[in-house]
């Protein structure tokens, strides 16, 4: 059964802080998973991905996996009003993605 | 990164007509393009897969009969939904998927609204 989970928020952070945005999913066969975010009326854009257990790192973004635990998280650091958004989590297996319900984050000034 | 353009990005119709939304890939070829649909604060769900060339392949519960997508090139694949009715009103979203890297790229949406 392929699912993905994550908490549907809103997560509130101040401005500067590290949000931490948590997904569990239930296919152990998953290859491949993705962070999209998602403003509200448009279509998700990607942040980023990774493919193998530990961190990796983009600018202000960390994506951390632990496949062991079927466990992906993001991190957005010093957090922006501008980031506030809903955050996708995707999960790739033989090319087709499942995404999770989203979660919300709110980066209040 | 890549480009996906989808028309119309907003559509309304009365019921009973046919719609039909293409998307593009501008600046790569996706021999692989996918079609979504997103209902208010829903997730994405994949209704077809579009590969060039073959028939797509629907997931479970969508009916292929109402859903047409045809993908006649590398970069447009459209999809027609017919004889749309109210519970049809969503937010459709393809993406391509690029032929030399593992990532989808999605265009901005179709927003169809049925009355």
């Known amino acids: 059964q392929k699912e993905v989970e994550q908490n549907s928020g809103p997560l509130s952070v101040p401005e500067g802080a590290i949000a931490s945005l948590n997904c569990t999913y239930s296919?152990?066969?998953?290859?491949?998973f993705f962070w999209y975010r998602q403003y509200s009326g448009k279509s998700p854009e990607l942040i980023m991905f990774?493919?193998?257990?530990g961190d990796k790192e983009d600018g202000r973004f960390t994506a951390q996996l632990n496949k062991a635990s079927q466990y992906v998280s993001l991190l957005i650091r010093d957090s922006q009003p501008s980031d506030s958004a809903t955050y996708l989590c995707?999960?790739?297996?033989?090319?087709?993605?499942?995404f999770g319900k989203g979660t919300m984050l709110l980066v209040s000034p | 990164g890549a480009v996906v353009s989808q028309h119309p990005s907003r559509v309304i119709c009365k019921s009973g007509t046919s719609v039909k939304i293409e998307c593009r890939s501008l600046?790569?070829?996706?021999?692989?393009m996918f079609w979504y649909r997103q209902f208010p604060k829903q997730s994405l769900m994949l209704m077809a897969t579009?590969?060039?060339?073959?028939?797509?392949?629907?997931e479970q519960g969508v009916e292929k009969d109402k859903f047409l997508i045809n993908h006649a090139s590398l970069t447009l694949s459209t999809l027609t939904v017919t004889s749309a009715h109210p519970e049809d009103s969503s937010f459709y979203i393809c993406?391509?998927?690029?032929?030399?890297?593992?990532?989808?790229?999605f265009g901005p949406g179709t927003r169809l609204t049925v009355l």
């Open positions: 993406s391509a998927r690029d032929l030399n890297r593992n990532e989808q790229f």
């Open positions: 296919d152990r066969g998953s290859q491949s």
């Open positions: 990774i493919y193998s257990n």
């Open positions: 995707a999960v790739n297996r033989y090319s087709t993605l499942t």
């Open positions: 600046d790569f070829q996706a021999t692989t």
């Open positions: 579009s590969n060039e060339g073959s028939k797509a392949t629907y």
